[in-house]
């Protein structure tokens, strides 16, 4: 599915289904109706994003000795923000249909076909005998029939929100409406109903609030922001960084945090959230290794994503275009999975040359400069930044994983649901059984099992229902490995099994058996 077009929303459903069913991810909210563009992470789920972010962080702060640890706080003051140019520039231009009072995104409204364009230029209501001389504007395209019925229909409903809801607006008879070609020109219309829509205005998206108990929403000192971004907390800790730990460029500063956007259209399940997990990584050069270095990361992070289960052939490289970056960005990798429901962003690689030291030297009025005692330079270093969504990237392992397996036979179906995590991002790591709940010596045992396992990793322990069954149940989520403690563990069947259990591959459903003393170190061998 290499094509951007290509989607596949069955997929969708059954996955975003079968998050809920086995507590991965629900609506945040949902008791209420649910808060739009906001998420709660069940217990596998928050297993499955703690694994990526432990991972993450191992990877990217403790095997490197080039990387340091930071944590940010999510409150940031206005002037950080004025500075980076959040406050001025982290801005959509939305337009409102006033038919449906719908808000779009208006660089995303495609344009509207050749049509008719009705303007009606007023209503009455037939109940209150009221009148309007409010005008809408709806554009039909040509190869509509009953053009003209259709955009009455569409106007009465504008009218049914001017007049309210008891209301039955009639459209004005005589000279009611005119109907010229359209479009018009740089005009926008909603592609749903046809309806005309306003003039574009800024919307921030940024969550704004106000600090301390007398605070005056209007001063500036008072105003503080859920961040859109971890990235400027680092930018700004970059010389404390610096003068509290013995290092040299080039270094980078890592950091996993929650960010807020207000999204106009929060949308693709946890893809477009309005708030949601990053994992960036600001990395400090020389100016002459930027380029370099920004190639060097994008092959690293590829390489996570391959070792997480996300495999090379599934990411698409998109080199942003000169015109498509940002002004002071020399170079921009996005790095796209291929989603359900289609190629979409999940990480950005950018070379931000020196703009965001730049920027905040110059705000704080305080330096920032890099002292190098070989060169006797001083200097801003440059950054390049690997940002990635953590929740994005849980979709995509979710998605990465999820199969269906037809096992039937003779003509029955049987499909076997099987979420095939790497066992290190993996939610359980075993699943621990006696076959017969029934068996004292069985359950004894299993349980010891379990407890001599559950300082090293998450064991699920389960006696409920016939053994296949317990397999599938563990197969759904995505549960790498299950023992059995059966008959031959109590050496009932032969006196050489005593001591040994059965061992069961999700992936192959093959079984093996191994001894219980094994068990600790084989596992840890494959689960981390
Ligand atoms: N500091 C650079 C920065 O924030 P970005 O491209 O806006 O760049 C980086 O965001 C990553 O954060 C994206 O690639 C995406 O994975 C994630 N992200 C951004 N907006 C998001 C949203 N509304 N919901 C979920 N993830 C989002």
């Known amino acids: 599915m290499a094509n951007k077009d290509v989607t596949d929303p069955v997929r969708m459903e059954k996955i975003v289904s079968l998050c809920k069913r086995r507590g991965f991810i629900f609506q945040a909210g949902e008791l209420y109706g649910g808060l739009n563009g906001c998420w709660d992470y069940g217990p596998l789920g928050t297993e499955l994003k703690r694994n990526l972010k432990d991972y993450w962080w191992r990877k990217t702060v403790q095997e490197r000795d080039d990387v340091l640890g930071m944590d940010g706080s999510i409150l940031t003051m206005h002037q950080v923000l004025v500075s980076s140019g959040h406050v001025g520039g982290f801005n959509d231009p939305m337009s409102e249909c006033p038919v449906t009072k719908q808000r779009l995104r208006a660089d995303q409204i495609p344009a509207a076909d050749p049509g008719i364009e009705y303007t009606f230029l007023g209503a009455k209501d037939a109940v209150s005998g009221k009148t309007t001389d409010k005008q809408v504007s709806i554009l039909i395209p040509n190869e ?107 270094f980078g500063i890592a950091q996993i945090g ?51 289960g996300i495999p090379r052939e599934k990411l698409h490289i998109l080199d942003i275009p000169d015109a498509d970056r940002a002004f002071y960005s020399k170079k921009t990798y996005d790095i796209e999975y291929e989603f359900p429901f289609g190629i979409q962003e999940l990480e950005g690689v950018a070379y931000r040359t020196d703009y965001d030291l730049g920027v905040h030297a110059k705000g704080s009025g305080r330096p920032l400069e890099y002292f190098d005692e070989e060169t006797k330079e001083r200097f801003l270093p440059h950054v390049v930044e690997p940002s990635a969504g953590c929740d994005r990237t849980v979709l995509a392992l979710i998605c ?72 599938r149940r563990q197969d759904e989520i995505g549960t790498p490995f299950c023992i059995t403690v059966d008959f031959e563990t109590l050496g009932e069947e032969s006196p050489d099994l005593k001591g040994t259990v059965t061992l069961r591959h999700r992936d192959s459903m093959e079984q093996e058996r191994l001894p219980v003393e094994d068990l600790l170190p084989w596992l840890l061998a494959r689960v981390r």
């Open 144 to 250: 509509k029939q009953e053009k003209f019925q259709s955009a009455a229909k569409i106007a009465r409903k504008f009218y049914l929100h001017v007049f309210g809801k008891d209301s039955k607006p009639q459209l004005l008879e005589e000279d009611g409406f005119t109907d010229t070609p359209g479009p018009r020109d740089g005009a926008l219309y909603n592609p749903e109903n046809g309806a005309l829509m306003s003039e574009p205005r800024m919307f921030s998206l940024m969550f704004k609030t106000t600090m301390g108990a007398s605070a005056d929403p209007d001063d500036p000192n008072a105003i503080a922001y859920l961040r859109p971004e971890t990235a400027q907390s680092i930018f700004c800790q970059y010389k404390n960084v610096l003068d509290s730990n013995r290092i040299k460029l080039p």
């Open 258 to 308: 929650k960010s807020f956007r207000n999204e106009i259209n929060p949308r693709n399940f946890t893809f477009r959230s309005r708030e949601f997990e990053q994992m960036e990584i600001e990395y400090f050069c020389r100016p002459e290794d930027g380029l370099r270095l920004t190639d060097e990361w994008l092959e690293t992070r590829l390489e996570f994503y391959a070792e997480i």
């Open 400 to 471: 990465e994983a999820f199969d269906e397996e037809e096992l039937g036979k003779d003509g029955k179906s049987d499909i076997r649901t099987v979420m095939r995590f790497m066992p290190s991002m993996a939610p359980i790591k075993v699943a621990v059984f006696p076959l017969l709940k029934k068996n004292e010596e069985q359950v004894r045992i299993a349980k010891e099992i379990q407890k001599q396992l559950q300082p090293w990793m998450n064991v699920f322990y389960d006696d409920g229902g016939a053994v296949g069954r317990r397999y």
